[in-house]
């Protein structure tokens, strides 16, 4: 705000609108989305050309929230233009931008496309895992830039909706939804997070040989964690502090608030505290989720399943 906007009631009180831009790879449910979006009271557009987003976002203010779907499709998309874009509505004074991904495992994914016989877009010899992968590939950048991420493999129609429901109903009676994510400091601070506590003073379990493979969400890696002294009056105090702050946030009518924990590689100490912090919240009532980003990158880093493959289950958000 410059100080002229300080002293311009207009500038201070202007509205903003809520703009969730919706993409992932083919198949994995993004019109789907759009649906559930539009039917949540968004104005949604989908396959809009990346040239005319920012002629129709200069246009007039609108008073309902926004949805976009960008497809790989667009003549002009790629994941360079897509950051871009999302860089340049963060900074813009009337939007509030998220950013939701659809993923989807490259198994179901050549089900899909198998099952409904369709040609995939990025599959020049009518194959679908190569486009699948691709596609994939192309898009991993703008995954690690996702506010919200949903996995929807192992998700019909209806549960989609449910779940998109949590985190965009435009009812002004909505619930707060709480997402706790866990990070690597090494790897920088994800976007949008709203709270955000270091857990790097607690003792290391990758110094540990028989802990250096497991993750948080071993109860082995959780035992050698929680043995710090220093963890339960840390854990009593940062989760009463979130559980004072919480009704406040929904009282200024906050829809969802993102909390992060963050160690020096994101697979031990932030893990462990995004699985105890999640479950303690939702034992008090409120509506979480959690998201553990070093976690997928490392999943995703992995060689692809081939096509026979088994199928794996579908993480949260």
């Known amino acids: 705000?410059?100080?002229?906007?300080?002293?311009?009631?207009?500038?201070?009180?202007?509205?903003?609108?809520?703009?969730v831009l919706v993409t992932g790879p083919s198949g994995a449910g993004r019109s789907t989305a759009i649906n559930v979006l539009e039917d949540l009271g968004f104005e949604a557009i989908d396959n809009l050309p990346l040239s005319l987003v920012p002629r129709l976002l200069d246009g007039p203010a609108r008073p309902t929230p926004l949805?976009?779907?960008?497809?790989?499709?667009?003549?002009?998309?790629?994941?360079?233009?897509?950051?871009?874009?999302?860089?340049?509505?963060?900074?813009?004074?009337?939007?509030?931008?998220?950013?939701?991904?659809?993923?989807?495992?490259?198994?179901?994914?050549?089900?899909?496309?198998?099952?409904?016989?369709?040609?995939?877009?990025?599959?020049h010899d009518g194959a679908p895992l190569d486009?699948?992968?691709?596609e994939m590939d192309l898009l991993a950048p703008i995954r690690v830039r996702a506010d919200v991420l949903v996995n929807t493999s192992e998700m019909s129609p209806h549960d989609l909706k449910a779940e998109l429901s949590r985190f965009f109903d435009t009812d002004p009676?909505?619930?707060?939804?709480?997402?706790?994510?866990?990070?690597?400091?090494?790897?920088?601070?994800?976007?949008?997070?709203?709270?955000?506590?270091?857990?790097?003073?607690?003792?290391?379990?990758?110094?540990?040989?028989?802990?250096?493979?497991?993750d948080g969400r071993d109860a082995a890696v959780q035992r050698f964690v929680r043995s710090d002294a220093r963890f339960d009056e840390f854990l009593q105090k940062v989760r009463d502090l979130i559980l004072f702050l919480l009704p406040a946030?929904?009282?200024?009518?906050?829809?969802?608030?993102?909390?992060?924990?963050?160690?020096?590689?994101?697979?031990?100490?932030?893990?462990?505290?995004?699985?105890?912090?999640?479950?303690?919240?939702?034992?008090h009532g409120w509506q979480v989720s959690k998201r553990h980003r070093e976690l997928e990158r490392r999943d995703a880093e992995k060689p692809r399943l081939a096509v026979s493959g088994s199928t794996s289950q579908g993480t949260q958000i």
Request: overall charge neutral; charged content about 25%; aromatic content about 6%.
């Open 173 to 214: 009676d909505a619930r707060l939804a709480v997402s706790v994510q866990s990070f690597s400091y090494k790897r920088g601070v994800p976007r949008g997070i709203d709270m955000m506590f270091d857990c790097r003073f607690l003792e290391n379990p990758h110094w540990n040989p028989q802990l250096r493979a497991l």
């Open 1 to 19: 705000m410059t100080p002229s906007d300080a002293t311009n009631p207009a500038a201070v009180d202007s509205p903003t609108t809520r703009l």
């Open 67 to 123: 949805a976009l779907g960008l497809d790989v499709r667009n003549r002009d998309f790629s994941a360079s233009a897509v950051i871009e874009l999302i860089d340049r509505l963060t900074r813009h004074p009337d939007y509030v931008p998220e950013v939701l991904y659809l993923d989807c495992d490259s198994t179901i994914l050549v089900r899909r496309f198998n099952e409904t016989r369709r040609r995939h877009p990025m599959a």
């Open 131 to 134: 486009g699948i992968l691709a």
């Open 249 to 283: 946030h929904l009282a200024e009518g906050k829809t969802h608030l993102a909390i992060g924990f963050g160690c020096t590689g994101g697979q031990h100490r932030s893990v462990t505290l995004t699985e105890i912090m999640s479950k303690a919240l939702a034992e």
